[in-house]
T-cell receptor, first 111, second 114 residues
Framework: LAKTTQPISMDSYEGQEVNITCSHN???????ITWYQQFPSQGPRFIIQ???TKVTNEVASLFIPADRKSSTLSLPRVSLSDTAVYYC????????????FGAGTRLFVKA | DADVTQTPRNRITKTGKRIMLECSQT?????MYWYRQDPGLGLQLIYY???????NKGEISDGYSVSRQAQAKFSLSLESAIPNQTALYFC?????????????FGPGTRLTVL
């Protein structure tokens, strides 16, 4: 299983763009990169998934360089409600059981 | 996600007691999972099931057992609860047919073992 490394915590202010980078040096050819968001005492919620280059949805963008050894979750114009833990996961689409959640990145958005 | 429900939401029990946590889903997904989360940490996979006849151990299955009674129901049992099983427990579902391994989580069960 590809191991991921991401910062333990980050601080930001409302209205700023936040970029959280995740390292996954041992990513396999069939692996996708997935990000989840978790609020206190709630289950994680899927944010975005990608394989290469750039993926954008209504919530975030995911940037993946050509070597795929890292990825960056970009949250545009964060608000206080974006304060949460963000998890980066790597795994193939068929093997959902391989979803391994590490400690994640605690994002704290200040007013 | 309201499509995945867990009961009870909170439970306090004593060491040595048998506890069952239940999970139900209306998403029609074949795959179901049980995780535990300790304060300040990520989620650890306890058991997972790819269909009614399939049960697999996860990272931390010792002290736990599961039952997949139907596609929609997946129960987690603590045969003899101990204090270090105090944690937040999440059930999740997924469907590889939708093109991703996105998991849909329930609201969680907070278990305290005294």
């Amino acid at each position: 299983l590809a191991k991921t490394t991401q910062p333990i915590s980050m601080d930001s202010y409302e209205g700023q763009e936040v970029n959280i980078t995740c390292s996954h040096n041992n990513i396999a050819t069939n692996d996708y990169i997935t990000w989840y968001q978790q609020f206190p005492s709630q289950g994680p919620r899927f944010i975005i998934q990608g394989y290469k280059t750039k993926v954008t949805n209504e919530v975030a963008s995911l940037f993946i360089p050509a070597d795929r050894k890292s990825s960056t979750l970009s949250l545009p114009r964060v608000s206080l409600s974006d304060t949460a833990v963000y998890y980066c996961l790597v795994g193939d689409r068929a093997g959902g059981f391989k979803t391994i959640f590490g400690a994640g990145t605690r994002l704290f958005v200040k007013a | 996600d309201a499509d995945v429900t867990q009961t009870p939401r909170n439970r306090i029990t004593k060491t040595g007691k048998r506890i069952m946590l239940e999970c139900s889903q209306t998403k029609g997904h074949d795959r179901m999972y049980w995780y535990r989360q300790d304060p300040g940490l990520g989620l650890q996979l306890i058991y997972y099931s790819f269909d009614v006849k399939d049960i697999n151990k996860g990272e931390i299955s010792d002290g736990y057992s599961v039952s997949r009674q139907a596609q929609a129901k997946f129960s987690l049992s603590l045969e003899s609860a101990i204090p270090n099983q105090t944690a937040l427990y999440f059930c999740a579902t997924s469907d590889p047919g939708i093109g991703s391994n996105e998991q849909f989580f329930g609201p969680g069960t907070r278990l305290t073992v005294l």
